[in-house]
């Protein structure tokens, strides 16, 4: 039976990927703030599930809720990282850059660190985390959540790299970047090309499980990634 690990569980992409998991036979530990939250998804599947309240910008707790996973699975097949604040900020108050940082750069930084670190000692391992079509460009309403996620697609870039240092080539690294989906992840109103949670999450699973290297969800959003490489920062601020 595989393991796997599900950072950020209680809501969004991460709660919907269970299901696929426990589908197809994992055995699952899942983290999030809300305990209550977690008991009740753990009610569904009680012998699948191991719950374990966490916030990822405790850092010390991060190494603490890791090494106890660890100790009941011994192995880890897959982590899934789903955790992620954002918020508009055109104002660039100051409480809610740093919590975007605290949370997309240092407590997702921590994640990736101790599971790579897993998956050497294992030497194998699916290391596969959301971070954004946001990565790509800046954007002058929310600054810290666009440059966070640059961060986060720049490290995963560097961890993927790193694994062809490892023999075996065992360990993958998967960077799934969601253009808009339904949830409370997606900042501002009139949002176009929104695509339904459920829908996102199938072609999400469906990545991971080919151990995909980098992914845009949905697949329409390939063509705006295209356009936002391409076009000139002169032009991206008359228009955005």
Known sequence: MPNAIIFGATSGIGKTLIHHLI????TLAITGRRLQLLQEIKTKHP????????????????DVVFKTILKQFKTIDL????????????????????DTLKTNVIGATKI????????IKQKFGHLAAISSIASLRGNRGAPAYFASKAFQ???????????KEIKGGKIYITDIRPGFIDTKMALGDGIFWMAPLEK???????AIKRKKRR?????????????????PSWLMKKVM
């Open 215 to 231: 992914v845009y969800i949905s697949r329409r959003w390939n063509v705006i990634a295209w356009v936002l490489k391409v076009v």
């Open 23 to 26: 589908k197809d036979g994992y």
């Open 79 to 98: 982590v899934v990282h789903s955790s992620g604040v954002g918020y508009e900020n055109p104002n660039l108050e100051w409480e809610k850059e740093y």
């Open 153 to 163: 697609v720049n490290y995963l870039e560097s961890l993927y790299l790193k694994t």
């Open 112 to 119: 990736y660190d101790l599971v790579f670190n897993q998956f």
């Open 200 to 206: 996102a999450t199938k072609q999400i699973y469906r």
């Open 47 to 62: 012998d699948k599930i191991f719950i374990y309240q966490h916030d990822v910008q405790d850092i010390e707790a991060s």
